[in-house]
Structure formats: C-alpha cells, structure tokens
C-alpha cells in the first residue's frame, strides 16, 4: 500500500516568516503533485514535479522532488496570511492501472499566517 | 479560466436513498474522477474514467456506486442506497492528458446522510 506522509500536520507562525512542509513515502511515485485547499473548496493544483531531483519555483513557492522521487518539499518564503490554507501533496502511483492512474494522498499541512 | 463544476453544492438526504452527483468536467479534458474526503480524514480516489468506461475503482466504489457519461458533457456519480458513512465531500475532477501533469478539480458536493 502506498502511503504519504506529511508534517508538520499544523503550522502557526508570523507574517514574514520561512517554512517548509515535508511529504514523504516509502514508495516512487511517478510524479508528485501539490494542492492547496481552502474549507469547503475542492483542492487547487500549485505545481507537479516529475523528474528526481527537480525544484519549481512558483513565486515565493519552492517546490522539490527528492532525486528517488520518494518524497517533496515546499518551502515558503515570507509567508503572507493569503498564504494560509491546507496544503496537500499527492503521488501518482506507478501501478499499472490504465493511463490515467489514481492519486494518493497525504492528510495535509494546515498553515496559519498570522498578521 | 476553465472550471469544474459540481451540483448540488449541498446535499441531505435519508438513509437508503439514491442520490446522484453531477459534474460538468472542463470541456477538452478526456479524463475524468470522483474522489471524496471524509471531515477530518484524506482525500480518498473512488473511481477514473476515460472513454466511456470505467479504468480504475477503488475498494470504496462497491456495487452502490456507478458513474456515467450520458450526454457528453456531464459526468455523474450515482449511490443507489446512501449509508451514514457515505458522509463526505465528493470531488469531481478532470485532466487533459491522464492526471500525470495534475487535475482540475471541481468545489465538491457536500453529502450528508441522515
């Protein structure tokens, strides 16, 4: 069974501040996908990464896939309260399952940006 | 920007009922889904599908449970005796090319079984 795992699960800090949120597996994944949501609204697609090793920057966003294509982080610089929000990361499985294979997802990494 | 689009937004109805769940997927995407999130719990994979059948189910998506695209541009999911644990956001979503690039997904329709 593949798994992703993300931490920290909460996050509160201030205006201005860095961070970074991790999701992790035991598993490769042929790519890695990151979401934000936002309470009762569907999960909005930031940026999917494909390539071992790879980082994309999306504005103050950074995104990594880890060169085993296990794992990714996105790290946020000066973070700003629109910034808040449930950021997910979800694999796209390796299983032979059709061209259009599911996604598995971790729980989350809510993120609180305190003016 | 294109959009996925879901109805109802809400949805309350009594255990044992049928409910169906409705989608209008981007109109150039080929491929198509339902995923839920229980409160509080993981978005959970129900089912894909592309040219007019279904190419992968889930564990969840037992025999209650069907989609269809009956006319071209919707894409339905349909729960033929609703159970209280069947509580939860469904999410409709679509992609272009098979899901590997990422998906559109729609706002969700909240289902609560009482």
């Known amino acids: 069974t593949q798994l992703l795992e993300q931490s920290p699960q909460f996050l509160s800090i201030q205006e201005g501040e860095n961070l970074t949120v991790y999701c992790n597996s035991s598993?490769?994944?042929?790519?890695l996908q990151w979401y934000r949501q936002e309470p009762g609204e569907g999960p909005v697609l930031l940026v999917t990464v494909v390539t071992g090793g790879e980082v994309k920057k999306l504005k103050r966003l950074t995104f990594q896939f880890g060169d085993a294509r296990k794992d990714s982080s996105l790290h946020i610089t000066a973070a700003q309260p629109g910034d808040t929000g449930l950021y997910l990361c979800?694999?796209?499985?390796?299983?032979?399952?059709?061209?259009?294979?599911?996604?598995?997802w971790g729980l989350g990494t809510s993120l609180a940006v305190n003016p | 920007e294109p959009e996925v689009t879901q109805t109802p937004s809400h949805q309350v109805t009594q255990m044992g009922q049928e409910v169906i769940l409705r989608c209008v997927p981007i109109s150039n995407h080929l491929y198509f889904y339902w995923y839920r999130q229980i409160l509080g719990q993981k978005v959970e994979f129900l089912v894909s599908f592309y040219n007019n059948e279904i190419s992968e189910k889930s564990e969840i998506f037992d025999d209650q449970f069907s989609v269809e695209r009956p006319d071209g541009s919707n894409f339905t999911l349909k729960i033929r005796s609703t159970k209280l644990e069947d509580s939860a956001m469904y999410f409709c979503a679509s992609s272009r090319t098979g899901g590997g690039y990422g998906y559109t997904f729609g706002s969700g329709t909240r289902l609560t079984v009482v």
């Open positions: 598993s490769v994944f042929s790519s």
């Open positions: 979800a694999g796209r499985g390796l299983t032979n399952a059709g061209n259009n294979r599911k996604l598995i």
